[in-house]
């Protein structure tokens, strides 16, 4: 009498498709054939094919059709000597349980057909053992018998987390992003743009894993002072075990901690609507089920377009709860640093309460679209964390291009936000109240131009004016401007300064309020206006000056300066701050111009 084999070996490869298999399907079943070769009284199964069938949450029938074709196709392209082949079958019971009766019989049928035993998989998740072996064989007078086989699996090739260090949790730390690649890196991309235009920095593996071990380095980052997490789940989050055995398990702990938020970006589709989630689809994918892990957390629906401002509407409120105690118990502006040139890096990580970051250009002159797009989406919650934290002040630091802090300013509106201040590379402070120091050395000069276009019944009125805070301005950019234009303006001006050569920090809310109080005079003497802006002066002017544009619809140009002596201003953004989802309601650069 033939003994028989003793343990099926399942490998790597076979034990990620069954495994991943079952967790698409739930709470169905799902099956398919075993291939690989025997060893002495082992059973080595090296692969595992997943076949179409009949499937229910108890029942699976496979399609024999397809079993065989997929059959063929493997088998088609090895080599004569290679002993692998057809040695068995496999599926799933969601309800975690051994082989059925019904499963006993049909391997027993299968093996009354064959000359060497054949093996049974049934992969039970919810149980210590999740996989259960069973051989059955026909024996000499066509006897058939059948056993439980001791069922072996590589073990995982991730070491054991170790425990939590102190410091894991740090409110100014970067938000982590954990997503699969193959087809979560779009979302991942835009939330990594969303989040940095609204103020929270971010990592990102690839712009923020260095050199060295991934998996060294992937802990180190989960590890050192996050603030956030935001999980990207997509249909191929199944395939990874760095997400399923690195990325969540720590991040589950790390939301342990009430100072931490997780938000579930959720992109999968319920069936029969594939524009609402499922939400059971994380903890099934990640293979949590049947425990409610993720399904119990607030999800966002990344099939949605308001999926993405909800993750950080929400995370950026949550930054502002953790911030709001210790503002109003030192009375502190609510701080915002701003930069739109150097590639941003988690390393940037400050004790600022928002750190606006947009994607940079690649030509470094203007700003670029997308970067532009991203902060249209978010300023609107930008002021609304402000004015939710209390400060009474808003302090800006770092460095922009003047179209954007022109935008900044406006989402930061007087009839808003009570006061701004504006600290320069010098770490002097331009403020939007005038101080009793004030030396009114800097008075404004303004100059009326004579433009050709006329007033026109059928085209809204449009008034060019170009600020530029130096003496004698030159104004050939802007009369290229004026030239160039598809469409005439009412009129056009200019706003310089006089008295000074250069602007003292003290009179900057002064200026600031006088120069918009022309901006609005000459729009209103013109019909209400369209007014198109072309600064030229200090980054904290344009911020002062901004907030100031409330009741305006003004085209915000950007200075495009050129190699040749062909330099002029181009179209940026619109401005309206007044309506619904302003302040940014346009942006106007080509992405060939930003060279994105």
Avoid at 364 to 381: A, F, I, N, V, W
Avoid at 458 to 466: G, K, L, Q, S, Y
Avoid at 485 to 495: E, L, N, R
Wanted: glycine letters at 8%; aromatic letters at 4%; proline letters at 7%.
């Amino acid at each position: 009498m033939t003994r028989l084999p003793a343990r099926i070996e399942l490998s790597g490869n076979a034990h990620e498709t069954i495994a991943s298999e079952n967790a698409k399907q739930l709470p169905l079943e799902a099956g398919g054939v075993l291939l690989g070769y025997r060893e002495g009284r082992n059973i080595v199964v090296t692969h595992a094919l997943t076949v179409d069938g009949q499937a229910g949450t108890n029942r699976y029938v496979r399609d024999d059709v397809r079993a065989n074709e997929l059959l063929e196709e493997f088998l088609a392209g090895r080599a004569d000597d290679d002993p692998t082949g057809y040695i068995g079958e496999w599926h799933s019971h969601p309800a975690p349980s051994g082989p059925s009766p019904t499963d006993v019989a049909a391997m027993r049928a299968i093996a009354k057909s064959s000359d060497v035993p054949v093996a049974l998989l049934v992969y039970a998740p919810g149980r210590t053992d999740p996989f259960i072996g069973l051989v059955a064989q026909r024996h000499r007078l066509g006897r058939i018998t059948s056993t439980k086989a001791e069922v072996s699996f590589p073990a995982s090739r991730f070491a054991p987390l170790g425990p939590l260090p102190d410091g894991a949790v740090r409110g100014d730390g970067p938000v982590f992003i954990s997503y699969r690649q193959s087809d979560g890196t779009p979302h991942a991309e835009s939330l990594e743009g969303l989040l940095r235009a609204a103020g929270l920095v971010v990592w990102r593996d690839n712009s923020d894993l260095r050199a060295g071990t991934t998996i060294d380095r992937l802990e180190q980052a989960l590890t050192k002072g996050l603030s956030a997490g935001v999980l990207v789940v997509t249909p191929e989050i199944v395939y990874s075990e760095i997400v399923r055995e690195r990325e969540l398990p720590r991040l589950l702990e790390l939301d342990n901690d009430s100072a931490f938020s997780l938000c579930i970006a959720n992109a999968i589709p319920r069936v029969g609507n594939g524009s609402k989630c499922d939400y059971d689809g994380p903890d099934r994918l990640l293979r949590l089920s049947p425990a409610r892990t993720l399904a119990d957390k607030k999800q966002s629906n990344m099939l949605a377009p308001t999926g993405e401002v909800e993750i950080v509407r929400d995370l950026l409120m949550h930054r502002v709860e953790q911030r709001r105690p210790r503002i109003r118990e030192e009375g502190r502006p609510f701080s915002i640093r701003v930069q739109t040139r150097p590639t941003p890096f988690a390393l940037e990580a400050d004790e600022d309460d928002l750190h606006i970051r947009i994607k940079s250009s690649d030509n470094g002159r203007l700003p670029s679209r997308d970067g532009l797009e991203h902060l249209k989406t978010t300023l609107p919650l930008t002021g609304d964390a402000v004015y939710a934290s209390g400060a009474k002040t808003a302090r800006i630091s770092g460095g922009a291009h003047l179209s954007v802090a022109l935008a900044i300013g406006a989402a930061l509106p007087e009839t808003k936000i009570g006061n701004v201040e504006v600290l320069d590379a010098r770490d002097q402070i331009w403020t939007s109240v005038t101080p009793e120091d004030d030396p009114i050395t800097t008075q404004l000069d303004s100059t009326r131009l004579i433009v050709a276009g006329l007033r026109q019944p059928e085209v809204p009125d449009r008034a060019a004016i170009f600020i530029s805070l130096t003496p004698a301005p030159d104004e050939t950019a802007f009369e290229r401007l004026l030239h160039d234009s598809t469409q005439p303006f009412t009129t056009a001006a200019v706003i310089s300064i006089a008295g000074s050569d250069r602007i003292d920090s003290r009179e900057a809310g002064r200026l600031s309020a006088a120069i918009a109080r022309q901006i609005k005079q000459l729009a209103a003497t013109n019909g209400r206006a369209e007014v198109h802006l072309a600064f030229h002066g200090p980054y904290p002017m344009a911020i002062l000056i901004g907030r100031y544009l409330n009741t305006l619809r003004t085209v915000v140009y950007e200075w495009e300066i050129s190699d040749t002596s062909d330099s002029r201003y181009s179209p940026a953004l619109i401005l309206e701050p007044g309506i619904a989802g302003g302040p940014i309601t346009d942006v106007l650069v080509l992405e060939e111009q930003s060279g994105c």
